[in-house]
């Protein structure tokens, strides 16, 4: 089975795993890290602090600005709804794109129903951002602007430093979700003016049901919380730090941090020879803007073809489709839909994202069974 | 979407895939569904002495519309007009459990089937 799906999630990296296994056990720190009165619990915070550490490192940020969370679902719901029940009395209008991540649109979406006005920006056909409209989309009412780093369907990117200019000019809050961007392409928090950046664990060699959330110190961004009962992580996120979960998150961070350029490099080539080899097969195109994405995720569509059925033909490959269903019928992407894609389209895309493990060995055999099986599927075509 | 072994047996390995060449005798053929809008599927009978001796279909390749052409051409071969005719779009659902999402590609063959039995 060829795995290349690491959009979705990914491993655990080894070295990761034994290092998050050494918390776990009577002879591990498995004590609570704020146990401040004996042994267990200095050491539990001491493996906490390093892991912040390593991630504020990543970012180029201070560790007193990252903030523990489930993952950044939860960083993302933080981010928003903490901002704008904050700093509701300065304004209550919020601006994203139609092309985010649902855990940014279905948020924005509750607390639109709370009151707040939210300006939903539609993406250039290259998935990019218009930073025209962005700016004339800003009102005196604007608190907050939430634009993704990279696309999970398309893995196209957006400009930060462009849209933190933006915000910084016109003094709006600037949120970004960076969960397919973390430990992958460089974010500098010195450079960019970027308020709060969510963070994912598990699309980095982490485990799931970890993720922080970045929020600037200087100036100070305040946040309301959601969860209260302890008042850890300076009162912004209550609950029991789970150790090894954030030794997972701050290692696997190191890793992608030291490995950052050659591992990019690697994926690169990898991303290029899929594209190159794809592009062969009559009636392929890509979506996106390619000179603008991360170099692990191709989004491609191949005309006529029923991307369901194409992952169902091909059961030794992994990989995803541009449309979910759902109870009632097949729904196209809302990502693609946005970039003015025609759902037959959509219905014909698939995501292919490969990772640490991929080997050209493995592209190879995916090119040639998508290759086989798309012209069987086409054979079928009346 | 999950789909059953029995569903996905029928969508990898389909027998009566096909067309039949142009001067085969005997042969009827119609088409249900809208491109770009709906599955399309065509069937083909080949009737002779009213009992239907060959079938093969084409169609988009939705996974539940391919195994719903397969398994109702695989059940009709041999069989009389009338007795293909039993043969409807609940029982394509019960047999091979389609999801209910996916009621749709039985209809659709089911329509065809009428089609080509009313052009015979």
Known sequence: MIYLDYAATTPVDPAVAEQMAACLTLDGTFGNPASTTHEFGWQAAKLVETARQQIADLINADPREIIFTSGATEADNLAIKGIANFYKDRGDHIITMRTE????????????????????????????????????????????????????????????AAIGQIAKQHNVFFHTDAAQSIGKLVIDTQTLSVDLISISAHKIYAPKGIGALYVRRKPKVRLQPLIHGGGHEQGSRSGTLPTHQIVGLGSALAIAQQNLIAEQ?????????????????????????????????????????????????????????????TSASIVPSHVLQAMGISNEAANSTVRL?????????????????????????????P | MFYNEKILKLFREPHYAGEFSANTPHVVTAQSGNPGQTDVVQLQLQIINNKIVAAKFKCSGSICTVASAEYLLGNIINKTIIEALSYTSQRIIADLQLPEQRINSALLVEDCLQKVLKNE
């Open chain 1, 265 to 325: 490099t690697k994926l690169k080539k990898l991303r290029d020879y899929l594209m190159r080899e794809l592009s062969t097969i009559p009636q392929t195109a890509f979506n996106g803007n390619q000179d603008h994405c991360v170099p692990n995720i191709l989004s491609v569509r191949f005309a006529g073809i029923d991307a369901e059925a194409l992952m169902a033909s091909c059961p030794e490959l992994a990989f995803s489709a541009g449309s979910a269903c």
């Open chain 1, 353 to 381: 994202s490969m990772g640490r493990f991929t080997t050209m060995a493995e592209l190879e055999m995916a090119v040639k069974t998508i290759r086989k099986q798309v012209a069987r599927l086409r054979d079928l075509l």
């Open chain 1, 101 to 160: 991540h649902h855990a940014v649109l279905d948020t924005c979406a509750f607390l639109e129903k709370q009151g707040f006005t939210i300006t939903y920006l539609n993406p250039q056909p290259d998935g990019r951002l218009n930073l025209a409209e962005l700016t004339a989309a800003i009102t005196d009412k604007t608190i907050l602007i939430s634009i993704m780093h990279v696309n999970n369907e398309t893995g196209v990117t957006q400009d930060l």
